[in-house]
């Protein structure tokens, strides 16, 4: 199991420790090898500069689509209601002109039953 205390072995402390196993020059070696493949892939300072630049501009790229089409949404959503509340006035208007003929009807009948 991994011990967070203590701290990780320098590059002379390993070898010092693999120079008996694996004599001098393989011990040199191998450390070599591990410290060139530990520089290759590291990524560098610039490497994550234009890594976050990148980003950074795909995230505005985004942010700016992402306004259009928000933009779009709402011109249409207003476009719609605009015509719903047109069909709203225009049935609304009907209902009460039945209802107007209805009750006029009704009065009429009334009116005459009376007499």
Known sequence: MYNAIRPMPTVLELYEKLKP????EEAR??????E?????????????QRTESALRE??????????????ATAA????EM????AELIKWSFAFWIG???????????LLRGSR
């Open 99 to 109: 209802n107007i003929a209805v009750l006029s009807g009704i009065m009429f009948a």
């Open 82 to 85: 605009h015509k719903i509340r």
């Open 36 to 48: 060139t493949s530990v520089d290759q892939r590291a990524a560098t300072k610039a490497d994550l």
């Open 76 to 79: 249409s959503l207003r476009e």
């Open 29 to 34: 070696s191998l450390l070599e090898f591990i």
């Open 58 to 71: 795909e995230l505005h790229v985004t942010a700016a689509s992402l306004r259009e089409e928000l933009h």
């Open 21 to 24: 196993k694996l004599g001098e």
